[in-house]
């Protein structure tokens, strides 16, 4: 019988970066999208409740491969210094479901996050967008800084967190990806002149009101896939265009969304899919904020660790 764990390719953290930059990885979820791929036909990931924590299995299928990520979400594992989420990724043959490579899922997460939203915004926000803040400290905030540095040039980023001195290390992680940028601590009065947000926080409620964005803003909210929690008011989507992966995932797991549903001040059908963008169906609003809402899926691991392998 064959020795199916020698047979394997196995991708490190390192090895991950060295075959996947961010650019690479951004081309890789635009060209899934751009070539038809409908999130909606993505297989259903499972979520179980375990001690400390949750389990996150997220399969997906397309273009001759499968895969199968297994991750944990552990709250707590950032005041010990170690990962909110981890993870390991296998990756299949089509044909035969034989596994073929073994992927750092962690690293994997860390990296396809980020591209999804740079991909998203790159489609929704002004051209000539560059001043930034995000809000949230942690190894997502940076990422997304250099997702963002690849898809516009930054005047300036401001990085928002509730201890300020882990927002300023944060910032100073940051400046790396942006050398031509003013790269700080900020706070959210820096929101009146952002014209890019990225909420990456775990916050269970609206991290600013909706008066405080501007109406040309591109704002994504990646910080949850809970009902219960939202980082954006109800408000702020009532007055913009609501860009989500999927009606179903948007309708089940994003807070953000359901909990404006359920306030009356968002319809449900008013969402547009990334589907529906990238292939051109609905245009970009240009009159109101763009809010981009994701919640994380199986096809995004798929498509950046195809890329890598």
Same mark, same amino acid.
């Given at each position: 019988?064959?020795?199916?764990?020698?047979?394997?390719?196995?991708?490190?953290?390192?090895?991950?970066?060295?075959?996947?930059?961010?650019?690479?990885?951004?081309?890789?979820?635009?060209?899934?999208?751009?070539?038809?791929? !409908?999130? &909606?036909?993505?297989? @259903?990931?499972?979520? /179980? #409740?375990?001690?400390?924590?949750?389990? $996150?299995?997220? %399969? =997906?299928?397309?273009?001759?491969?499968?895969?199968?990520?297994?991750?944990?979400?552990a709250p707590d594992n950032p005041a010990q210094g170690l990962e909110r989420i981890q993870?390991?990724?296998?990756?299949? !043959?089509? &044909?035969?479901?034989? @596994?073929?490579?073994? /992927? #750092?899922?962690?690293?994997?997460?860390? $990296?396809?996050? %980020? =591209?999804?939203?740079?991909?998203?915004?790159?489609?929704?926000?002004?051209?000539?967008?560059?001043?930034?803040?995000?809000?949230?400290?942690?190894?997502?905030?940076?990422?997304?800084?250099?997702?963002?540095?690849?898809?516009?040039?930054?005047?300036?980023?401001?990085?928002?967190?509730?201890?300020?001195?882990?927002?300023?290390? =944060?910032?100073?992680?940051?400046?790396?990806?942006?050398?031509?940028?003013?790269?700080?601590?900020?706070?959210?009065?820096?929101?009146?002149?952002?014209?890019?947000?990225?909420?990456?926080?775990?916050?269970?409620?609206?991290?600013?009101?909706?008066?405080?964005?501007?109406?040309?803003?591109?704002?994504?909210?990646?910080?949850?896939?809970?009902?219960?929690?939202?980082?954006?008011?109800?408000?702020?989507?009532?007055?913009?265009?609501?860009?989500?992966?999927?009606?179903?995932?948007?309708?089940?797991?994003?807070?953000?969304?359901?909990?404006?549903?359920?306030?009356?001040?968002?319809?449900?059908?008013?969402?547009?899919?990334?589907?529906?963008?990238?292939?051109?169906?609905?245009?970009?609003?240009?009159?109101?904020?763009?809010?981009?809402?994701?919640?994380g899926m199986g096809w995004q691991d798929l498509a950046?660790?195809?890329?890598?392998?």
């Open positions: 019988m064959p020795d199916v764990i020698a047979d394997l390719t196995l991708i490190s953290a390192a090895d991950l970066a060295a075959r996947v930059g961010m650019p690479a990885a951004i081309g890789a979820i635009r060209d899934v999208l751009a070539d038809g791929f !409908d999130p &909606e036909q993505d297989l @259903p990931r499972t979520i /179980l #409740d375990v001690p400390r924590g949750q389990l $996150l299995l997220m %399969p =997906a299928a397309f273009g001759g491969l499968v895969g199968q990520k297994l991750a944990s979400v993870a390991v990724y296998v990756l299949l !043959d089509g &044909e035969t479901l034989a @596994p073929t490579a073994v /992927l #750092d899922g962690t690293a994997l997460t860390s $990296l396809r996050t %980020p =591209a999804v939203s740079a991909a998203a915004i790159d489609a929704v926000a002004s051209p000539d967008a560059g001043d930034l803040v995000v809000f949230g400290s942690g190894p997502q905030a940076v990422r997304h800084v250099e997702a963002f540095a690849a898809i516009r040039a930054l005047r300036s980023v401001r990085i928002v967190g509730r201890d300020r001195g882990r927002a300023a290390a =944060a910032a100073e992680q940051a400046r790396v990806f942006a050398p031509d940028a003013d790269v700080a601590a900020g706070s959210p009065a820096d929101l009146a002149r952002a014209d890019l947000v990225v909420c990456a926080t775990t916050a269970s409620e609206p991290l600013f009101t909706s008066a405080e964005v501007r109406a040309d803003a591109a704002i994504v909210a990646v910080g949850s896939h809970e009902p219960q929690k939202a980082e954006l008011p109800a408000e702020l989507l009532s007055r913009s265009q609501v860009i989500v992966e999927s009606r179903r995932v948007a309708l089940s797991e994003a807070g953000d969304v359901i909990r404006a549903v359920e306030a009356g001040a968002l319809n449900p059908t008013s969402l547009v899919t990334m589907h529906e963008l990238f292939t051109g169906r609905v245009s970009p609003a240009t009159d109101r904020p763009r809010i981009v809402k994701t919640c950046v660790a195809a890329r890598a392998v």
